[in-house]
């Protein structure tokens, strides 16, 4: 079955260590993309890539990194730097960063830093 | 400036009846496209709609319709006979095609009680 997946479901982390969330799609999309959710609020793109090698800041993408070394995967690393990172974090993709394409999501990461 | 603006933050009906759900967006692009998404508590968003700026014909899917007016700027949608599994919180997203990034609504909670 063709997906992303997202690893794991759930992560709990000490404050000043960074995390790094995984994802991984099968779909054979060009695009991808990292969003961070909060409770009551919609979606916030924090970083995307457009091809392999090559990704872009978002909206809020202080204290995030991120690498795009392979089409099929694309981790996202919370950083120690960034001041609240306890948050729901979905992974998407798409065939092409086209407007007209949809994204298809994975089910997420919830991470809680304590 | 993108925005998109849902409007009801939660909305409780009972099984059977119908649920509008509001959506009002803002962009200067003439060229962009709607979408809405669903994401039931599992947390995984699923892809519902696209609608590009130059169709506003209005659909129908089974029980769900949607409701295109670019003279209000809105894009409604409409959960018919609603029934238990349609609980869920609903996205309204906006992408221009000068801009290429979603920019999604604050989403709207449905609870449809039995």
């Known amino acids: 079955d063709g997906g992303i997946t997202q690893s794991p479901k759930y992560l709990f982390r000490k404050e000043g260590q960074n995390v790094t969330l995984s994802c991984e799609q099968n779909l054979n999309h060009d695009a991808m993309y990292w969003y961070r959710q909060d409770p009551g609020q919609g979606l916030r793109l924090i970083y995307y890539?457009?091809?392999?090698?090559?990704?872009q800041k978002g909206d809020i993408a202080e204290g995030y990194s991120v690498s795009r070394e392979k089409k099929e995967s694309f981790p996202l690393t919370v950083t120690s730097a960034q001041k609240n990172p306890t948050a729901f974090y979905l992974c998407a993709s798409s065939i092409g960063a086209g407007s007209g394409y949809e994204q298809y999501f994975g089910p997420g990461t919830r991470l809680t830093v304590t | 400036a993108q925005k998109v603006t849902q409007a009801q933050t939660e909305i409780s009906v009972v099984e059977k009846e119908d649920v509008t759900l509001d959506c009002v967006y803002e962009t200067r692009d003439t060229t962009y496209y709607l979408f809405w998404y669903k994401q039931p508590p599992s947390g995984e968003l699923v892809f519902l709609i696209r609608?590009?700026?130059?169709?506003?014909q209005n659909e129908i899917s089974g029980r769900y319709s949607w409701n295109f007016q670019k003279s209000t700027s809105s894009f409604n949608f409409t959960i018919t006979a609603s029934q238990v599994v349609d609980s869920a919180v609903y996205f309204c997203?906006?992408?221009?095609?000068?801009?290429?990034?979603?920019?999604f609504g604050a989403g709207t909670q449905v609870v449809v009680t039995p």
């Open positions: 890539s457009q091809i392999v090698n090559d990704f």
């Open positions: 609608r590009n700026s130059f169709d506003e």
């Open positions: 997203a906006l992408r221009p095609l000068s801009w290429g990034k979603f920019q």
